[in-house]
């Protein structure tokens, strides 16, 4: 039986359901991959997160290695230099800094609840008398700040509450047992068996506690092995970058041919978005974590070293970093010291550090190349240490965000250029 063609409303629509249908399934596969990648990061944790961190170290040492080699020095000579200054760079930081952060952690960690009172002690201060210029801007809006007032008025007292006596209990009589019963037979059968069932779930306990304690100290070792890794890992990055950036495509499983130099367009946009993001976003990072440590501790705001160390990780994210050190340390000021002035300190650290950011450190560093836009590299975090899970998920976000952006430029958002 022949059936007639669609109508053109019926084509148009049968391609809408088709398109939808392939929407559906391609969103499926993305999220069947990030759960399915999210579930192999987690076994494969140890051996990646070396590779990991070895390959962001290499990124940024590696324009160190290539000025020593400017200068004629071998490549084997020029690893090895940069090994022993960023050795003794490391041991400067582990004799001076790195102390200070402990001991000013430990500080922080005890008085935390000092903190706290004196926080919420402030909060209600300000509350029943708000300072006086706040109190002057409400009044200039015909807004009155509301007065405390006592639970009951001056001068009159409740009366007391009577409570009526109980009445006298009956004494109960004494329990005699007869002097015969042995010991055994006085204890109750229901107690021994809750003495037994005790016992075995103290034994099951102790069990766990042992077993958890291992896989600790397994765990230990692992950490420990995969950091005495990451300096060989990097040693051979450096060493071999000139093979590995010649000969990487060779290793392609594809023959060569339009889809093969599709990829490899696609795999150095992504190597080359990746180069700008940690040589210009860590790096960046790691001055505005000097810079407000100095800052900080110039206007004599405790814990400033602890904040600096913290903003060197925090502000990778771009914004969201930032806000979180400046609200920490306004915090840390109004509770410390309890004045206007400090605050306002603290606020001209952060002025100042962003205006060097801004004019100083960014285009010196970043220059013109274009990195991964703030609000990708904030979602891409947030969502690898979700969904992908932990510091190893957030870095490993980055790289992924990168090839989606290149994906998206080259395929979906702009028309296909030449190769350059």
């Not at 005890?110 to 509350?127: G, H, S, Y």
């Not at 042995?182 to 005790?198: G, H, Y």
């Not at 016992?199 to 950490?223: C, D, P």
């Not at 950011?357 to 836009?373: A, F, N, S, T």
Request: proline share 8%; charged share 15%.
């Amino acid at each position: 039986m022949n059936f007639p063609p669609p109508t053109e409303k019926q084509a148009h629509l049968l391609w809408a359901a088709l398109t939808g249908l392939s929407i559906a399934v391609i969103v499926a596969l993305i999220v069947g991959l990030v759960w399915g990648l999210g579930r192999v990061l987690n076994v494969l944790a140890p051996v990646v997160w070396p590779l990991a961190v070895a390959g962001v170290l290499a990124y940024l040492l590696d324009p160190v290695v290539d000025f020593f080699e400017r200068r004629r020095v071998p490549r084997t000579r020029a690893v090895a230099l940069v090994f022993l200054i960023a050795l003794f760079l490391v041991l400067g930081l582990f004799s001076s800094i790195v102390p200070r952060i402990v001991v000013e952690t430990q500080q922080l960690v005890r008085n935390v609840p000092v903190l706290v009172a004196k926080l919420e002690k402030r909060t209600t201060a300000w509350m029943n008398e708000p300072p006086a210029p706040l109190q002057s801007l409400l009044q200039r809006f015909g807004v009155s700040w509301p007065q405390k007032t006592d639970p009951l008025p001056p001068g009159t007292n409740a009366p007391p509450e009577t409570v009526e006596p109980l009445p006298d209990e009956p004494a109960l009589p004494a329990m005699s047992s007869p002097a015969s019963h042995s010991l055994f037979n006085q204890v109750d059968p229901q107690t021994i068996q809750k003495a037994s069932e005790w016992v075995g779930t103290a034994l099951k306990a102790i069990g766990s506690w042992l077993a958890h304690q291992a896989s600790r100290l397994t765990g230990l070792f692992g950490v420990i092995a995969g950091l005495a890794l990451i300096p060989i890992y990097l040693f051979y990055f450096l060493l071999e970058k000139r093979a590995i950036t010649d000969n990487w495509t060779t290793y392609l499983p594809l023959r060569d041919s339009g889809l093969k130099e599709e990829l490899v367009f696609v795999l150095r946009s992504i190597n080359d978005y990746l180069i700008a993001f940690f040589r210009g976003q860590v790096l960046v990072a790691i001055c505005d974590g000097i810079l407000y440590g100095i800052g900080f501790a110039l206007i004599g705001l405790p814990y400033a070293f602890l904040i600096g160390a913290v903003a060197m990780v925090l502000t990778i994210i771009p914004f969201l970093g930032a806000i979180v050190t400046c609200g920490a340390a306004l915090l840390i000021a109004l509770v410390t010291f309890g004045d206007w002035q400090h605050p306002l300190l603290v606020l001209g650290v952060f002025a100042v550090v962003q205006g060097i950011e801004g004019y100083v450190l960014q285009p010196k560093i970043l220059g013109d190349r274009v990195g991964l836009h703030p609000m990708v590299i904030i979602v891409a975090i947030m969502a690898g240490t979700t969904l992908l899970g932990g510091i190893l998920g957030g870095i490993l976000a980055i790289p992924l965000a990168a090839a989606l952006r290149v994906m998206m430029f080259r395929y979906v958002w702009k028309k296909r250029t030449s190769e350059t």
